[in-house]
């Protein structure tokens, strides 16, 4: 079966870049010009998706309006190809639709708004703050490529510093190759990590994840988003993928940060003046002038 629909959960407060975030949702703060949602998009586009569902909240409605045309805009650049171009290119990506969470209820009740869009298809998930850059294949395509292969929803693991490994879900399991029969998922373990392999938030589901939601639900209105992660590995239904690339939690401030220096740094045209600008802030850091 071909993967052609993802779903997006950006229904989050985005506390943690307060006060920006309270006006413009952290999912379109910039990677240099360009939104990271926007970078999420288009790395499922040019993967095969054809449909997205962005699950959202009320008071996100600039992400819409980043999504949709705007005539008097592109009136304006109609002559300048380039600014044309960027101002346009949102609206050429995948089909996107969205979906309003009503209440602030958890990453599973968001997901759950998209089981009339998925239906009986498989479909990507997806945090909508992570940022994954690639030389070769795209983190969609190797999760796509593993579905294929093993026909079994996957998720995507990152190795991360041991001191990182309590802010994460942490991979238990046999690691073979790039692929991790997974027998547990620990969520932020306080001491002795079972690895260093952090779920980041991006998976191949089956429509079968809206039944364990609808049972998890039954017990709490609340659902842990940790027990249908649970409960599909207890059915033998969740395989691990080992990202192969390089990957920057842009939903806190310091990922940001690197994620903006990392790409300024793949960027002709701002490389050598980015690195001339570091070369002199830690060289004013080392006479203590900062």
Not at 6 to 11: E, L, S
Not at 24 to 38: A, M, S, T, Y
Not at 42 to 55: C, D, N, P, Q
Request: glycine residues 6%; contains cysteine; charged residues 25%.
């Amino acid at each position: 079966m071909q993967v052609k629909k993802a779903v997006i959960a950006v229904a989050g407060f985005g506390t943690r870049f307060l006060p920006a975030s309270k006006a413009v949702p952290k999912e379109l703060f910039p990677i240099i010009n360009v939104p990271i949602l926007e970078m999420l998009i288009k790395e499922l586009s040019e993967a095969g998706i054809e449909e997205i569902l962005v699950v959202s909240r009320k008071g996100k409605e600039a992400i819409q309006r980043h999504f949709d045309r705007n005539v008097e805009v592109e009136q304006l650049l109609q002559d300048k190809q380039e600014y044309y171009e960027l101002a346009t290119r949102q609206t050429n990506l995948a089909k996107i639709s969205f979906v309003l969470q009503e209440k602030p209820l958890g990453f599973a009740d968001a997901v759950y708004y998209a089981k009339d869009f998925v239906k009986d298809d498989v479909f990507i998930l997806c945090v909508g703050d992570e940022v994954f850059f690639s030389s070769q294949k795209s983190l969609t395509t190797q999760l796509i490529e593993s579905y294929n292969k093993y026909s079994t929803p996957c998720i995507a693991l990152y190795e991360v510093p041991l001191k990182e490994t309590s802010l994460y879900g942490i991979a238990k399991g046999d690691i073979k190759g790039s692929r991790v029969e997974l027998t547990n998922i620990v969520e932020k373990p306080k001491a002795d990590p079972p690895s260093r392999l952090a779920n980041i938030g991006r998976y191949v589901m089956t429509p079968k994840l809206f039944g364990i939601i609808e049972n998890l639900r039954l017990q709490n209105e609340e659902v842990d988003f940790a027990k249908c992660l649970a409960e599909l590995i207890h059915l033998g239904e969740l395989t691990g993928v080992i990202a192969q690339g390089v990957r920057f939690d842009t939903g806190n401030r310091l990922g940001f940060v690197k994620a903006n220096i990392y790409a300024s740094l793949k960027d002709n045209s701002l490389k050598e003046d980015i690195i001339q600008f570091l070369k002199e802030m830690i060289m004013l850091n080392e006479l203590q002038i900062l």
